[in-house]
């Protein structure tokens, strides 16, 4: 799996067409009269901006580590999802940087999950006011499966990242909220 991961790290297209595909899907799935090209189309302008987005993110940290390469880059990512620590001086650094930037970035974490879940169940509401009980049911379990998958993966990068921090630091992390 791993390798499959660092595949598609490397071609990000691949991740906005399967974005796509997963979320016509999705689509197709509250609301099954649509037109599935209809339902590409919608899901399409979003992954084209999820994926724009990604690019930047992913430019953005690459200046950050100042790595050589879009591998060099991926491979340092890797490296830290599996908690690995660069054995070199300068690759800890680099890794020291990205860490404590995604720190920095996710202080908000909390706060912007909240927010989510009310936004998830005023949709989740107003559709089970409005559309019938297939398409409220059908979104209030995927809302559901959605928001827990979120918080679990917050939860579990927080950890990571502080950890990951206090090895480069060579001190003990304790686990921030």
């Given at each position: 799996?791993?390798?499959?991961?660092?595949?598609?790290?490397?071609?990000?297209?691949?991740?906005?067409?399967?974005?796509?595909?997963?979320?016509?899907?999705?689509?197709?799935?509250?609301?099954?009269?649509?037109s599935p090209l209809g339902a590409l189309l919608?899901?399409?302008?979003?992954?084209?901006?999820?994926?724009?987005?990604?690019?930047?993110?992913?430019?953005?940290?690459?200046?950050?580590?100042?790595?050589?390469t879009e591998e060099d880059y991926?491979?340092?990512?890797?490296?830290?999802?599996?908690?690995?620590?660069?054995?070199?001086?300068?690759?800890?650094?680099?890794?020291?940087?990205?860490?404590?930037?995604?720190?920095?970035?996710?202080?908000?974490?909390?706060?912007?999950?909240?927010?989510?879940?009310?936004?998830?169940?005023?949709?989740?509401?107003?559709?089970?006011?409005?559309?019938?009980?297939?398409?409220?049911?059908?979104?209030?379990?995927?809302?559901?499966?959605?928001?827990?998958?979120?918080?679990?993966?917050?939860?579990?990068?927080?950890?990571?990242?502080?950890?990951?921090?206090?090895?480069?630091?060579?001190?003990?992390?304790?686990?921030?909220?």
């Amino acid at each position: 799996m791993r390798k499959v991961n660092k595949w598609l790290a490397l071609h990000p297209w691949v991740q906005g067409v399967l974005l796509a595909v997963i979320g016509a899907g999705v689509i197709l799935l509250i609301n099954p009269g649509r037109s599935p090209l209809g339902a590409l189309l919608r899901a399409g302008s979003g992954a084209v901006g999820a994926t724009v987005m990604l690019l930047l993110m992913r430019r953005r940290e690459r200046r950050l580590v100042s790595a050589a390469t879009e591998e060099d880059y991926v491979s340092l990512d890797d490296r830290l999802r599996h908690g690995e620590v660069p054995e070199s001086e300068e690759g800890r650094a680099a890794m020291g940087r990205l860490v404590r930037d995604r720190l920095n970035r996710s202080r908000h974490r909390v706060w912007a999950l909240a927010f989510l879940f009310l936004l998830f169940a005023s949709i989740t509401t107003l559709a089970a006011t409005t559309a019938d009980v297939r398409q409220a049911v059908a979104l209030a379990l995927l809302a559901t499966a959605f928001l827990a998958w979120l918080t679990w993966t917050s939860i579990h990068q927080h950890r990571l990242l502080v950890r990951m921090d206090g090895e480069l630091r060579g001190g003990v992390a304790s686990v921030r909220r």
